[in-house]
């Protein structure tokens, strides 16, 4: 029997039943992801496996430098298959890390490969992998098609013309795909040589010049609308924490002007500016109707060397250790109290903060909508085996399980979707281990096959309602 069996991560009949009943055929809905749109509309073809596996995976990068394998052989001009058999030696070494389950798991699902990848192997599936990509079933919208995938919402600045999604509108391949709006550059003034070049793109997008806060407020204004019209229902933030200062307006468009001069604002301008800027997106995503969802916890850009050598996104990010509690509440509640709340789902990067995000979102909930405000899945670092119990067992003993959208791949790889079978695994591997050891009734069995249908699939249709 080989590795990645029926049964994988399944323990017990229970799991075993819950999953092949309640989880295994049902589509993917993913609403959060890295894929490029262009990509996917130009159905891309894959050169070979190492652009596919390798290209831009930061999770293996790190592994592999962990494992003393020299840059050149990772992001440098080593050949395709230098860089696949390196690679491959380092597998073996990534046992109990989720790259061991995930790699095979591709392997089996993605090529049909169930042997186990390491030195000896590397060369006899590195060309099967790349013969199978050189065949237009391998392309990049066969990939997605591949794994039942509904529905894909990419991630995408304010500033983007949508042009390639407009594309795959007009030639459709049976997914949908849904620009998903992240604002992130426009709150930037941290550095504002960048900012000021930002804005020059905003502006242009937006078909305004933008010479003061109000301006750029009404320019994203412009944006917001263009991308709802593209069917974007849905906003994203990446923050270190929760900003909530307190602030005037007239302060706001001091700071801006600050900026536009070209002169770096304080640390405590940047917070100010930042509690304005949330709060103003906020209040625009809940009145379009939109989901807005909230990455927090992330310390970027650390390698001070790397990062002039290769750029951001590469590797050398990192969990961080800012308080987010009393921000995150102050936040919500100016929110509630103006009636501007829509549904949140929030995501922490620190598993310390587990709890504090679940009772943070269960204080708003106002039963309006199940599951209103929603602590969304193990994200990045915490999207692993032990992540996802620890998030679970937090929803669960301080929430709802049962209203959890489940599972996202926030991923820039064409074949991560094995991680949402993966997700499924676990959660019934959860929930299996509490009926036989009788925390859950046996008798219950049909009631909790359909939680983890729920959870794998239909909350998230009737929650997001693409």
Not at 67 to 82: A, D, L
Not at 173 to 193: Q, Y
Request: glycine fraction near 6%; hydrophobic fraction near 40%; aromatic fraction near 12%.
């Amino acid at each position: 029997m080989s590795f990645i069996n029926k049964d994988f991560m399944l323990p017990n009949d229970a799991a075993r039943q819950l999953y092949h009943e309640g989880a295994e055929t049902l589509p993917i809905i993913d609403y959060h992801c890295h894929l490029i749109p262009q990509m996917i509309a130009d159905n891309y073809e894959f050169r070979d496996i190492t652009e596919l596996w390798l290209g831009g995976d930061h999770y293996k990068w790190r592994a592999m430098r962990g494992n003393g394998v020299p840059e050149e052989y990772i992001t440098g001009s080593k050949s395709s298959w230098e860089k696949f058999q390196k690679w491959a030696e380092t597998v073996p070494y990534t046992m109990r890390n989720p790259l061991y389950h995930w790699t095979h798991l591709e392997l089996s699902r993605v090529f049909g490969i169930d042997k186990l990848l390491g030195p000896d192997t590397a060369r006899e599936i590195f060309e099967e992998c790349n013969a199978k990509l050189a065949t237009p079933e391998f392309r990049g919208q066969e990939l997605i098609k591949k794994f039942n995938v509904e529905t894909v919402c990419t991630t995408d600045d304010p500033a983007d013309d949508l042009r390639y999604h407009k594309q795959i509108a007009e030639h459709p391949f049976g997914v949908k795909v849904i620009p998903a709006w992240r604002p992130d550059k426009a709150m930037a003034i941290e550095n504002p040589k960048a900012y000021k070049e930002y804005l020059e793109k905003l502006g242009e997008a937006a078909g305004m010049e933008i010479d003061s806060y109000t301006d750029l407020i009404q320019a994203l204004q412009n944006r917001h609308d263009f991308f709802a019209s593209m069917g974007c229902t849905l906003s994203d933030h990446g923050l270190d924490t929760f900003y909530a200062e307190d602030y005037k307006q007239i302060e706001i468009e001091a700071i801006f002007k600050l900026v536009l001069l070209g002169k770096t604002p304080s640390q405590g301008e940047i917070n100010k500016f930042r509690s304005a800027f949330l709060h103003d997106m906020a209040v625009m995503d809940a009145e379009a109707g939109w989901t807005q969802q909230f990455h927090v916890g992330a310390i970027r850009n650390n390698n001070t060397k790397m990062f002039n050598q290769l750029g951001p996104d590469t590797g050398y990010d990192a969990i961080h250790d800012l308080p987010v509690a009393e921000a995150g509440h102050r936040f919500f509640d100016r929110l509630t109290l103006e009636g501007k709340l829509c549904k949140t789902i929030l995501y922490c990067l620190n598993p310390k903060d587990n709890e504090v995000m679940m009772t943070m979102a269960y204080t708003f909930n106002d039963g309006t909508y199940p599951g209103k405000m929603q602590f969304g899945s193990g994200w990045w670092f915490l999207d692993q085996e032990d992540g996802m119990r620890k998030q679970m067992n937090a929803l669960s003993v301080l929430g709802l399980l049962s209203r959890f959208v489940g599972m996202l791949t926030d991923s820039r790889s064409f074949i991560s979707y094995p991680r949402h079978e993966y997700f499924r695994r676990i959660l019934c591997s959860v929930l299996g281990a509490d009926i036989e050891a009788g925390k859950l009734p046996a008798s219950e069995m049909p009631f909790i096959t359909k939680m983890v249908s729920d959870i794998s699939y239909y909350n998230a249709k009737n929650y997001f309602n693409f």
